[in-house]
């Protein structure tokens, strides 16, 4: 069965015909070519999946791409606007947030809707705000300092 | 993880997704947050023919309390109500359990009718909705019934549900004064079900005694467990750490755990007993600040 | 810690270089293997057995033939046709890629779907009807080497047993008298469980033949790239697969830690696929086929004994252990220590005397051993060793700490060669202990411990102080199916002073991309932004055996300065042709070359480089380039010191971990932020197998743990906050002095864990604990001891 969408997908309208079993992930890596976000699981359990969908995180694994059919949808592609890196994705490479790069995008979108609904997270919201994603390679301790410096930042603060 | 073909509807309104499930029977699935259903169809595991979206039917979202009532719309999702200032200041189990449901990112899409309406005794919402008497309120083809929560479970995976009806609320009684309410959780890691868990609500009369208590069990058996018995013991004596030992055993003594991962059937059932224990004593420390 | 040589500009070596890599990871512009899409590229599903013995009578594939969409099935018989049915194992054992007979692993390939689209192939692969015969189960490891066991490798003409392989180091009969001569000897049976690396991306690869040039490009995650490509060319040679013609891209790999060494059936048949068919086919494992079938690790059950005079002397060191290696030994071990470096059992202590034998046994589980960041082994030998040594202490009534002070090796012993064979290059365990300790208040949190045992808290001090032995390895001992461990860099400066350095080496996350470009820098004196870096494809990288086991700055590492000296000796005779002068003249400091005494008569790097296309000396050959292959002269050995503090949940047998204190000393450091991203990663898959993680079969050979569902991977909320420190004992064999570091933090913390729930509990009489120390083992021994909630 098939069936006509239209997604707004990092602010650019996006129509498409997609049979209804197609999951949001794969939509947006193989029809939309924006390989940015990942997939690591097949339980809904690792998060590296993770987009904006209407400004909430969640796991496109796990979301049918009908159900985003007029929704706004985020990717790690959209973080960067106008040739300027999100904060968020400037503190990841300050504070050495990331190795494999493979959890990242997920990690980003998670880290940057956070900012964006609290403005100075202590360290425990945000290890409750990832927890939900999945890192084998960071130990999730320069994730956490990232998201502060973030914050920081954002506040108006120097390093 | 890609799911067999199926057929996705996305009706507008209530009357329409009844139709739907009417027409298709038990081909037919309630597609609302989605974390439950999308998994099992990603896995392969039973077959759904027809998927039918209530996501978007408007009136299911809400929170709000009337005439002594909480009423909270069967699609709230997980996210919302653990925001809602309502709900964390008098209903202790729905504070403390919400948050530790799943993940951040799944109770973004969750919703708390379909935790409750699932029918798996892993969810938490179950045992919550038994421990806090709560009705839950179910459309179909023949209209509109409730049915209390405590004989909403049959058995694994079933429920009161028939096969055309949706649960569109979740009706709790504004607890009276000098209640209180917890949830105590124990779970191998973030984001796993329970290995054992606790819903507790209790009541106490002007001497300070317990004058009514409900306990309910998450995962402790196919269907959430309601230890009666226990709940009966309490009634009229002194909250105090024996009675709630006793109550904790009787508690135990009612579950009916399976052995996996998380644990032997002799350890969960006594983390059923510490877990109760505990979940009263938080409940009973609320209620005395009422 | 030493100040930097080069300045912030140049960014050599001890700079916290931010990672060139990281500007498409946070972009989201990765390349990963499943982001390789090719014109008319098709997809594969694997279809796999549910039983882990079972004979198959019939497939099936009609159903899944008419699905449209489905291309082909290809299934056992079909690979036999070209004799690839069976492959050899990095073990020099065999394993099949496709079985014609009999499966021998729950989740074991059994034939695969090829079709034109992704969702198409997991519809075939669910088509396929397979008619299996259950037959007899062997899990158990002990069972199976038991005499008279059923035989499970029929397919091995005169086996007559289930023993892979019997392997030991040291003198038994040595051992057995200074054990029996001793004043106590604490014995304990430990298991280290079977575990899965699952890094956030599982295998695959994109296998693309073309017809027309006759040559086959394999983009696969893989971390050792060339050896694969010998490989494939040595198992397809019969079938017309040559080695100049055999290309594999290692694109972004989304970590490997061992995981991503064995060459899996899926790979292979994706191959074969590709050939026969002519088109580019597609495999990406799912997260469920990676954790029940991909290669696991550890699964050691080991019998430890370790005698010591009343005093706390330790003496001798007795290991026998039985290593469960599934149904075939396809663990990617050097082929001389087929139970890798095990012998580092004797840690980081002065023994006189140890033996260490292993029998590898056949069982109907997935094949492997030691993909999950253990150095090959080193964390079952180190396990084994910082448990026992705990044993002991709680024998003696002693303080950890103190026992351990009292054994180790002396600072001024190194080179100190062990009692098993190895020659440990340097080390000093006290000061790495000492600063641990000062780090985490033992004396505090002692007292703090005592008070707590008197109002019935349960609370735990844990310390591990583990050597570790990475960077295999000298040609001597150290071959992959005949192939030299060593490695290689190749590096050429351009005419305007940049640089391209390559690799055999291939990073999943270690951040080659900087590091090697920081010893470039250091070296050469060339910006450290100025230097690409590129691993991974084996039409452009020098040969190397890859990364894994921590190997890649002891061999890469050392190859990059060498070749980087070669340009840099080159380079000198440039600017002494340039300044007229003689090369005796010449001084330099990072960057330049200028005359003793006149240094403002100098030359830049980057004037030489200039130099070498536009100007050289008479008779000299044009370009600035160099390529070295290195064979290191021995392993390296860091080490260090963990110390971790737990509390107990009386009620439910949980462990918080409140604590966790590591330093670790890799030598000298080339980019100190990502040491410690390194250790921080390497901590957090060291409480996962702690505390969390472990696979596990029930007599049918059922997993459990081969899924999220349960097999649980710490989120932030199950990792501390991480203390970390240094300690720098370079290493004298190494160029600079650098060590590896990798997997320290996975050998290091298990064991610290483990300690810590057993010293909580050691008033109480408990002296042992294996891991995963899960609540309900925790809540056993409470219920033992009768101090349950």
Not at chain 1, 38 to 57: F, K, W
């Amino acid at each position: 069965m098939k069936h006509r969408i239209n997604v707004t997908v990092n602010g650019a309208a996006q129509e498409a015909e997609v049979d209804s079993r197609l999951l949001l992930v794969h939509f947006i890596r193989e029809q939309l070519r924006l390989t940015g976000t990942h997939i690591g699981c097949d339980t809904s359990h690792c998060g590296v999946c993770t987009v904006l969908l209407d400004g909430q995180p969640v796991k496109s694994c796990t979301v049918l791409a009908v159900q985003a059919d007029g929704c706004k949808v985020s990717t790690v592609e959209g973080l960067e606007t106008g040739g300027k890196l999100h904060p968020i994705q400037e503190a990841f490479t300050e504070k050495h947030a990331l190795q494999c790069g493979y959890c990242t995008p997920g990690m980003l979108m998670t880290c940057s809707a956070l900012l964006e609904r609290n403005k100075s997270p202590s360290e425990q919201e945000i290890r409750q705000a990832i927890s939900g994603n999945l890192c084998r390679c960071t130990g999730y301790l320069n994730i956490v300092k990232a998201v502060e410096y973030a914050a920081h930042k954002m506040a108006g603060g120097v390093s | 993880m890609i799911p067999a073909p199926f057929d996705y509807h996305r009706p507008g309104t209530l009357d329409e997704a009844i139709g739907l499930l009417s027409r298709h029977g038990p081909d037919a699935k309630v597609l609302a947050g989605g974390m439950s259903l999308l998994p099992a169809l990603k896995l392969r595991l039973g077959t759904c023919g027809h998927l039918v979206d209530i996501g978007r039917i408007p009136g299911l979202e809400y929170v709000k309390e009337d005439a002594g009532t909480l009423r909270i719309g069967a699609g709230t999702r997980q996210c919302v109500l653990a925001q809602s200032e309502t709900v964390n200041s008098r209903y202790g189990v729905l504070a403390d359990a919400v948050p530790l449901i799943a993940d951040p990112l799944v109770r973004n899409r969750g919703t708390f009718g379909g935790n409750v309406a699932n029918g798996d005794p892993a969810n938490d919402g179950p045992a919550i909705v038994i421990a806090l008497g709560a009705e839950l309120v179910v459309r179909g083809r023949q209209g509109e019934r409730t049915v209390a929560a405590n004989r909403f479970y049959k058995d694994l995976f079933v429920t009161a549900l028939a096969p055309d009806e949706i649960l569109t609320e979740i009706r709790i009684p504004l607890p009276p004064p000098r209640s209180g309410s917890a949830y105590r959780k124990l779970k191998r890691k973030t984001g796993d079900y329970a290995a054992a868990a606790a819903a507790v609500q209790v009541t106490l009369d002007a001497r300070g005694a317990v004058q009514r208590a409900c306990i309910a069990l998450t995962n402790a058996g196919p269907t959430p467990v309601e230890a009666v018995q226990a709940a009966r013991f309490l009634e009229g004596k002194a909250p105090d750490e024996k009675n709630i030992a006793e109550a904790a055993r009787l508690a135990a003594s009612a579950a009916a755990p399976s052995a996996d991962r998380r644990g032997s059937v002799e350890y969960k059932r006594e983390m059923a007993r510490v877990l109760t224990a505990r979940a009263l004593k938080a409940a009973l420390e609320r209620a005395g600040g009422n | 810690m030493t100040a930097p040589r080069t300045d912030a500009k140049i960014c050599g070596m001890g700079h916290s270089m931010k990672r060139k890599e990281d500007p498409r990871f946070i972009r989201g512009k990765g390349n990963y293997v499943d982001d390789v899409k090719l014109p008319g590229m098709l997809y594969m599903d694997i279809v796999r057995s549910p039983y882990a013995h079972a004979k198959i009578k019939k497939i099936d594939t009609s159903k899944a033939l008419k699905i449209p969409g489905v291309l082909a099935v290809i299934d056992g018989p079909t690979l036999e046709k070209y004799k690839l049915h069976w492959m050899p194992t990095i073990s020099a054992d065999t394993q099949m890629v496709l079985p014609t007979d009999e499966v021998m692993y729950q989740a074991q390939e059994v034939c695969a779907v090829i079709a034109t689209e992704r969702y198409i192939a997991a519809d075939g692969a669910d088509a396929v009807e397979v008619d299996y015969e259950p037959l007899p189960v062997t899990v158990d490891p002990l069972k199976s080497i038991a005499p008279g066991a059923p035989v499970l490798r029929k397919d091995k003409k005169d086996k007559k047993d289930n023993l892979a392989f019997h392997w030991e180091a040291g003198d038994k009969a040595d051992t057995e008298r200074a054990l029996a001569a001793a004043d106590v000897v604490a014995e304990q049976y430990v298991y280290v469980p079977r575990i899965h690396v699952a890094s956030m991306e599982t295998c695959g690869c994109v296998a693309d033949f073309n017809p027309a040039e006759g040559k086959l490009t394999v983009y696969m995650t893989t971390q050792a790239p060339h050896a694969v490509r010998t490989v494939f060319a040595l198992v397809a040679g019969h079938v017309g697969l040559s080695e100049e013609r055999i290309r594999i891209i290692s694109p972004d790999i989304g970590g490997g830690f061992g995981g991503k060494v064995p060459v899996y059936p899926g790979y292979v048949i994706a191959v074969a696929a590709s050939v026969v068919i002519g088109k580019p086919v597609k495999w990406i494992e799912d997260r469920m086929e990676n954790l029940q079938a991909d290669s696991f690790a550890r699964d050691y059950h080991m019998k430890v004994r370790l005698g010591a005079r009343k005093d706390g002397t330790m003496t001798a060191l007795s290991i026998k252990t039985i290593a469960d290696h599934g149904y075939t030994n396809a663990s990617a071990n050097p082929m001389k220590y087929p139970a890798g470096l095990f012998s580092i059992c004797t840690g980081s202590y002065d023994l006189k005397h140890a033996f260490c034998e292993v029998d590898a046994v056949y069982t109907h589980k997935p094949p492997g051993g030691v993909a999950y960041r253990c150095s090959f082994r080193v964390t079952e030998a180190v396990h084994a060793i910082e448990r026992v040594v705990d044993v002991l202490a709680q024998k003696l009534k002693m303080d950890p700490a103190e026992l351990r002070m009292k054994n180790f090796i002396a600072p001024e012993r190194f080179p100190y060669k062990s009692v098993l064979g190895w020659e440990y290059d340097s080390g000093n365990y006290p000061a790495a202990l000492k600063k641990a300790m000062d780090i985490a208040g033992y004396d505090a949190l002692r007292k703090e411990q005592a008070e707590k045992r008197k109002k019935g808290e349960l609370m735990g001090i844990g310390i591990c102080s583990f050597t570790e032995i990475v960077g295999a390895g000298p040609s001597k001992d150290f071959d992959i199916l005949g192939i030299k461990m060593f490695d290689s860099a190749e590096i050429r400066v351009h005419p305007t002073g940049k640089a391209i350095a390559r690799f055999g080496t291939k990073s999943q996350g270690q951040g080659h991309e900087t590091t090697y470009a920081q010893i470039v820098a250091e070296e050469l004196g060339i910006p450290a932004s100025d230097v690409q870096v590129e691993e991974g494809d084996t039409d452009t990288a020098p040969y190397g055996l890859g990364t894994y086991a921590s190997r890649s700055t002891p061999t890469s590492g050392a190859a990059a300065s060498l070749a980087a000296r070669k340009i840099r000796n080159k380079a000198k005779a440039i600017a002494a042709h340039l300044l007229e002068c003689a090369e005796a003249d010449l001084d330099w400091v990072p960057g330049k070359f200028f005359i003793k005494g006149v240094p403002d008569k100098a030359k830049t790097i980057q004037e030489c480089a200039f130099a070498a296309y536009t100007n050289m000396p008479q008779g000299m050959e044009p370009g600035l380039e160099a390529t070295h292959y290195y064979d290191p002269p021995n392993l390296t050995f860091p080490f260090g010191s963990y110390i971790c503090v737990v509390d107990l949940d009386r009620g439910t047998g949980e462990v918080k971990v409140r604590r966790f204190v590591a330093v670790d000393d890799c030598g000298n450091i080339i980019n100190p932020m990502i040491v410690d991203g390194q250790i921080h990663g390497g901590l957090a898959q060291g409480v996962g197998p702690a505390l969390y993680e472990e696979i596990s079969y029930d007599e049918d050979g059922n997993i459990s743990g081969g899924s999220f569902l349960d097999y649980y991977v710490p989120t932030a909320l199950e990792c501390p906050k991480w203390e970390t420190d240094k300690t720098i004992t370079p290493s004298p064999h190494h160029p600079f002095g650098a060590k590896g570091v990798g997997e320290s933090a996975t050998v290091g913390a298990p064991p610290a864990i483990a300690n810590a729930v057993v010293d909580a509990l050691s008033h109480l009489g408990v002296t042992h604990v294996d891991i995963p120390v899960t609540p309900e083992k925790v809540w056993q021994l409470l219920k033992a001891k009768g101090v349950a909630e």
